[in-house]
């Protein structure tokens, strides 16, 4: 009898549910790691460990829930711009749907993420629903990378303006040349980037994948596509540091604007970091330990993540309603062939 190797044996079906369930207990942790944190500060003088307790409930209770509402306005706004910036990078790759079905589909995103962990998970949600083959799901993939790219730069170039002006005390005419100066190494990042496109596309031997490189060639060509990219991504990150600011305000917490622009897109950052459901816990505690840097209360700062969570979640759950509504998803055909690739 000839020698049979058994197959692997096929995927158990709890093993998703499986890591569902580690990635709820992190959630948990990090977000019982915060609160019981709050109990663990240093009480003021002739104040009870208790009384941090009751500062923290108080807050909850006594926040101005109009400023809240306002946030979550903000955030819902940002959303839908970066859904517009994600439509100006993917159109040129082929994907032309109008704005509502980008940001739709940025919405269903958000939603995702809440669901898996950091929010990169959502990233490749975005790329498979707008996509119908393999091929297409890939170029996808490369829309939401670019629009990923010109976000965390953005991000990047706010935080080190922030840290840099405040660290060295620095008056509006030297902030705006440092501003000026980190988005000017961060465009010509992206200009070398996508001068390579060319060589890559040369380089590569007649086939998939050189038909592949050619569809992305629309980014060097048009190099505005990157500068109005960035753009948006300038507005999308302000509209998140102004909802926090808002969340904030309505907590009777109050800084000066250097300390969001520095604070808030650097727990954005910590974010991404897949350890948690929708950031819950992660953004809880990081901003709680930035922000004591600058004297704001464990309790307040807990308070002013949890809030501003709650501001993500239901921005998140908008996007969950959008993709029950959906009977009949719209996906892209194979896009057309850009044009001047055929000469190359």
Known sequence: ???????????????????????????????????????????????????????????????????????????????????????????????????????????????????????????????????????????????????????????AVLVGTAVIARNNSLGTPATAAVFAGLLAAVLAGFGLALAMLDRVHAALPAGSARDFVARLLPYRQRPSLVLLAVGWSFVVQLAGVAAVVLVARALGVVQPALVWLSVVPLVALAMVLPISLGGFGVRENTIEYLLRGYGVSPEAGVAIGLLWGMCTLLAGLVGGVLFLLERQPEVAVEPAEPAGSAAR
Request: with cysteine; aromatic share 10%; charged share 20%.
């Open 1 to 155: 009898m000839p020698d049979v190797t058994p197959s692997s044996p096929p995927p158990r079906r709890w093993s998703g549910w499986l890591s569902l369930l580690l990635r709820v207990a992190v959630t948990v942790g990090l977000m019982a790691w915060a609160i019981v944190g709050i109990g663990k500060g240093k009480p003021a003088e002739g104040e009870q460990t208790e009384d941090k307790w009751r500062l923290f409930l108080d807050l909850l209770a006594e926040a101005e829930w109009s400023w809240w509402l306002a946030a979550l306005a903000v955030t819902l706004v940002g959303q839908v711009v970066a859904g517009m910036r994600w439509a100006a990078l993917a159109r040129p790759l082929g994907f032309d749907f109008p704005n509502r079905f980008f940001v739709r589909r940025f919405f269903e995103g958000m939603f995702f993420s809440l669901c898996l962990p950091s929010s990169i998970g959502g990233d490749v949600v975005k790329a498979v629903r707008i996509g119908s083959s393999t091929r297409l799901r890939l170029l996808a993939g490369c829309s939401v990378l670019a629009d990923r790219l010109t976000g965390l730069s953005a991000l």
